[in-house]
T-cell receptor, first 112, second 113 residues
Framework: DSGVTQTPKHLITATGQRVTLRCSPRSGDLSVYWYQQSLDQGLQFLIQYYNGEERAKGNILERFSAQQFPDLHSELNLSSLELGDSALYFC???????????FGEGSRLTVL | DQQVKQNSPSLSVQEGRISILNCDYTNSMFDYFLWYKKYPAEGPTFLISISSIKDKNEDGRFTVFLNKSAKHLSLHIVPSQPGDSAVYFCAGARGAGSYQLTFGKGTKLSVIP
């Protein structure tokens, strides 16, 4: 158990819809990272938040947005969904070891 | 542009033998390299890392080798156990405090009893 909690575990929706994925980092961790794992692209860094503020952006589409709330949980909002957005979305917390992340179990999004 | 490449999608190894997973990278600015392991229906878990200033790091049955001139790293698992069967991801990180990892697409290791 990584201590990182993600909901929902599975989500099926239609093209053009909007969904929200939720993440609670490990207790006391101020950072949240979002990664996307799609079939053809592997794991890709999307965005990082630290104590409520955006710290870094990766390959995140303009249709996607995220935020981190005062209680440190984070939400990833995906809108105008396309078939290609079907993927596993992982949230992670960082540790003191460079590069070491604790990942949640992921939210599997299927867009039909 | 794929900065981290794992050219073998899958690998099968007999239990007790050595598993060697390979990874190539193109970005010379990576400061750390990491290996993550992923079981089905779980998130990736950190396995081992190596700083770009080292050429070897060992942790129990797992050893990572880095060849900077060839921009190549490998993960050795000795001896391989059935519980090692998983997808292994190689990743690079730029900056000592960076957690923005660039991952390869993974290699699925199957250890046959």
């Amino acid at each position: 158990d990584s201590g990182v909690t993600q909901t929902p575990k599975h989500l099926i929706t239609a093209t053009g819809q909007r969904v929200t994925l939720r993440c609670s980092p490990r207790s006391g961790d101020l950072s949240v990272y979002w990664y996307q794992q799609s079939l053809d692209q592997g794991l890709q860094f999307l965005i990082q938040y630290y104590n409520g503020e955006e710290r870094a952006k990766g390959n995140i589409l303009e249709r996607f947005s995220a935020q981190q709330f005062p209680d440190l949980h984070s939400e990833l909002n995906l809108s105008s969904l396309e078939l290609g957005d079907s993927a596993l979305y992982f949230c992670a917390s960082s540790t003191r070891t460079p590069g070491e992340l604790f990942f949640g179990e992921g939210s599997r999004l299927t867009v039909l | 542009d794929q900065q981290v490449k794992q050219n073998s999608p899958s690998l099968s190894v007999q239990e007790g033998r050595i598993s060697i997973l390979n990874c190539d990278y193109t970005n010379s600015m990576f400061d750390y390299f990491l290996w993550y392991k992923k079981y089905p229906a779980e998130g990736p878990t950190f396995l081992i890392s190596i700083s770009s200033i080292k050429d070897k790091n060992e942790d129990g049955r797992f050893t990572v080798f880095l060849n900077k001139s060839a921009k190549h790293l490998s993960l050795h698992i000795v001896p391989s156990q059935p519980g090692d069967s998983a997808v292994y991801f190689c990743a690079g990180a730029r900056g000592a405090g960076s957690y923005q990892l660039t991952f390869g697409k993974g290699t699925k290791l199957s250890v046959i009893p």
